[in-house]
Nanobody, 130 residues
């Protein structure tokens, strides 16, 4: 798995952006947990949103609930993060990540901590101006 993220940029508060991430080597996300984390300068890498690929199972960080939506396109093998009503505190480098579980797919709890993911994209900067 080699992740590649796209779509960051500069946006005014209240605006929207959509991030995209795919596996640049064409490997499928089937039976993977896939999602987004972010890291602001001097802070830890935090959960934004993750999903259990090709299922309705998702998890969101508390600060983005109701504003961000994670989705996946199985045909394009791409995960998206639609960000709306952006705030200056959302400014960070956003990273996509993926990893398969180490146990049964149907019952394995979704990974929500960054240390559970082994495959990472290079990061894309999101800056929200006030």
């Amino acid at each position: 798995v080699q992740m590649q993220a796209y779509g960051g940029g500069l946006v005014q508060a209240g605006g929207s952006l959509r991030l995209s991430c795919t596996d640049s080597r064409g490997h499928a996300f089937e039976r993977h947990f896939v999602g987004w984390f972010r890291q602001a300068p001097g802070k830890d890498r935090d959960l934004v949103a993750v999903m259990k690929w090709n299922t309705p199972v998702t998890r969101y960080g508390d600060s983005v609930k109701g504003r961000f939506i994670i989705s996946g396109d199985n045909a394009r093998n791409t995960v998206y993060l639609q960000m709306s009503n952006l705030k200056p505190k959302d400014s960070a480098v956003y990273y996509c990540a993926a990893d398969p579980p180490n146990g049964p797919w149907d019952t394995y709890p979704i990974f929500v901590r960054p240390e559970e993911y082994n495959y990472w994209g290079q990061g894309t900067q999101v800056t929200v101006s006030s």
